[in-house]
């Protein structure tokens, strides 16, 4: 509905990561990805903003702690410990056919951290 329907008496917007991730969850990862991609602070700075601003929610949420924002959570990772970009490209249409993209891929995960994130580029498509 339009932000001025007036049959809509009050709109609520959930602090909390439910069946559905909060908005500000998904904010806070995507400024934090968006800032590590392309290496622009101010987008750091939004989301470090908008994490402290959260900062109650984080320390105390019906005694739960942080159990009710685990995606919150794996942002404040991101921003804290800077993931790793990992970019993998194959010119083969089955990258997992590379012997090299698959060495890569093995040594990957036996080190991956849960805030890394990779990028793989395969002839002109991407996946991630």
Known sequence: THNKDSSVLLRMKDDYDG?????NSVSVLNL???GALVKDEKYLDK???TVEFLRPHLEV???LGTI??????KAVQQLVHQP???F???PLENVFEDEA???VLSNLFSTAKPWDFVVGLIGTRRVV
């Open 19 to 23: 069946a559905e991730p909060s908005s």
């Open 32 to 34: 934090v990805r968006l």
């Open 101 to 103: 993209v698959r060495a």
């Open 47 to 49: 989301a470090e903003k």
């Open 61 to 63: 949420q019906d005694g």
């Open 84 to 86: 790793r970009q990992i």
């Open 68 to 73: 009710g924002q685990p995606l919150l959570v």
């Open 88 to 90: 993998l490209a194959s």
